[in-house]
């Protein structure tokens, strides 16, 4: 497995129509580098958290991103919270 040097996370703003965002959706779950796809209300339509071996490759998956739409992408220089649970573990009080 290759060493994921680079994350990040893109807004896209849909230019598709309602029946093609399975379409979007179908491209992200067959993307490798594609790890998370979030359905979100406000500016954008979807958030998707991307990660690739390098910035080189990042922007050929951002490119394919932006085929489906307009797009903002938030690169991650560091991660000091990782995986912190939603809900709280009521169990510890």
């Not at 807004?11 to 029946?19: D, H, K, V």
């Not at 491209?27 to 594609?34: I, L, M, T, W």
């Not at 490759?57 to 990782?82: C, F």
Request: with cysteine; proline share 3%.
């Amino acid at each position: 497995m290759a060493f994921l040097a680079a994350v990040a996370y893109c807004s896209i703003t849909s230019r598709i129509s309602s029946c093609d965002i399975e379409n979007f959706v179908d491209h992200c779950k067959n993307s490798p580098d594609v790890l998370e796809l979030h359905r979100i209300s406000g500016q954008y339509n979807f958030l998707v958290k991307v990660a690739s071996e390098s910035l080189q490759s990042m922007e050929t998956v951002i490119n394919e991103l932006g085929k489906h739409g307009d797009s903002t992408t938030l690169i991650v220089l560091s991660s000091p919270i990782e995986h912190n649970k939603v809900i709280p573990d009521n169990q510890h009080k």
